[in-house]
């Protein structure tokens, strides 16, 4: 894999000192622009906020108590929305679809400018609708943390435990088919 997929993973411990420019912002909103985006339509839209602005203090208004313990540390918080789409399914996933790999771009470009990048789905929507007038036509689904991972010792131990735990997926075997579902793509004869 490439070293930046290889080393990316969700950090919470951040140093909330550090700050992002708008410059390397702007890159990070960019990879998400530039994302593959279904039928051409781009229903994705951001709202951005650094920290100690406005807007970073109404997005961490909205997390969740779980990341209202790591994430205000974050240098910027991304609220990431797409089109709602309620009367039409197909429209509706595709625009969900587009905001992932939104962020899996954005996740990456970030890394390469040495910022760690954590989605979420912990904040209330609802809030964020409210406080951000977003429309009717929009939702939030994913706020994205970037932080600088702060050293070891500087984070508090609860949070330093978490991002000690072991970094886990399924064997490829378990989710890579071929032949028929469950016959493990990795044991099919290779012509
Ligand atoms: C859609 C989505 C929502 C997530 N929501 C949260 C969240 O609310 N809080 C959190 O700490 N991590 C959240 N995560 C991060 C996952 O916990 C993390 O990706 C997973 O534990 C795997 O770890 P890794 O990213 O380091 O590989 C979310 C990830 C995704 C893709």
Same mark, same amino acid.
């Given at each position: 894999m490439h070293e930046l997929i290889e080393g990316r993973w969700s950090a919470?411990?951040? &140093?909330?000192t550090a700050e992002i420019s708008v410059d390397d912002l702007t890159s990070v909103l960019d990879a998400g622009r530039w994302a593959p985006t279904w039928g051409r339509v781009q229903p994705v839209r951001f709202v951005v906020g650094r920290r100690a602005d406005d807007t970073f203090a109404g997005l961490t208004e909205t997390l969740t108590r779980g990341n209202a313990g790591w994430a205000p540390a974050s240098a910027a918080l991304i609220l990431v929305c797409t089109a709602?789409?309620? &009367? &039409?399914e197909k429209a509706r996933t595709y625009a969900a679809v587009d905001v992932g790999l939104a962020v899996s771009q954005m996740i990456l470009q970030a890394n390469s400018i040495g910022f760690n990048a954590h989605p979420m789905a912990g904040f209330d929507a609802e809030k964020a609708v409210r406080r951000f007038a977003i429309p009717e036509d929009r939702r939030p689904l994913v706020l994205l943390g970037l932080g600088a991972v702060a050293a070891p010792e500087q984070v508090a131990s609860d949070i330093r435990e978490r991002d000690e735990r072991p970094r886990t997926r399924l064997p490829l075997d378990e989710v890579a088919f071929a032949d028929?579902?469950?016959?493990p793509f990795t044991s099919s004869p290779h012509p």
């Open positions: 919470r411990g951040y &140093d909330a709602a789409e309620p &009367d &039409d028929t579902w469950g016959h």
